[in-house]
Structure formats: C-alpha cells, structure tokens
C-alpha cells in the first residue's frame, strides 16, 4: 500500500454534522471503492458517474450532503466483503466488469452497516485489491 502520512485526515475536520445514528458505528482504518474498470464511478440509483483519479485526494462534483440519497458524496464499502459482494452483484444484474481499491477516506457524512458515504478518498494503483 502506498498511501503517504500526509493523505490521514481526521473525522473532527468535517464542517457538516454526521446524522444520528441509533448506535455509534465503527470507522474503518481503510475503506473499499468499488469502480469500472475505467476508473470511473459505478452511476448506480441514478448518480452521475465520476472520474476517479490515482495519487490525489478525490472529492464529490456536487456540493456535499448529509442526506443519504441527495447531494454529494462519495460512498465506499467499509470491508473487503461488502466492496466483494458489490463486485458481484453488478456484474450479474448490470454486466460492469469492475475494480476494487482499499482507500483513505475523509469525513464521514452518513454510515449505515454496509457503505459510508464521505466528502473525499484517496487511493493509488498499489492499492488495488486483486
């Protein structure tokens, strides 16, 4: 992995206030992206798709949102077997071949058991997940 010290960012940075949760979740240490093989964002539930880039710190092209489904944000998979099972799910039902990238995450806007959405990620080539 080749994520450099100064890509760390720390969840009190965030202007936005998380949404209330019933029960504190667990932030990962690294989080999974699950993108097409072109680097670009799945587009599931309507989104727009996203050009996705090594080496720099990636942030959403809407303005950010704590909403779950409106505004941005960019959503990761908090394990390797959620980001797996994503993986899976789109091939069959959507026939997109994809990629899947352990990643650095900036504040977290909204988290349920199986994704986190954020307002930016950080990943390299040698982060890809084979």
Not at 50 to 62: A, I, S, T
């Amino acid at each position: 992995m080749n994520l450099s010290l100064n890509t760390k960012t720390t969840q009190g940075d965030c202007s936005l206030k998380k949404t209330a949760n019933k029960k504190e979740l667990k932030i990962p240490e690294f989080c999974f992206k699950v993108l097409r093989e072109d680097l670009t964002s799945l587009g599931l539930l309507g989104a727009s798709k996203k050009q996705y880039e090594f080496g720099v710190w990636n942030y959403p092209d809407e303005p950010l949102s704590v909403h779950p489904r409106l505004g941005g944000g960019l959503w990761v998979a908090p394990n390797k077997a959620l980001a797996n099972g994503l993986r899976r799910y789109v091939l069959k039902h959507h026939g997109i071949k994809t990629r899947i990238f352990r990643c650095r995450i900036g504040c977290v806007l909204h988290q349920t058991t199986c994704r986190i959405k954020t307002d930016k990620i950080f990943f390299s080539p040698e982060d890809e997940v084979l």
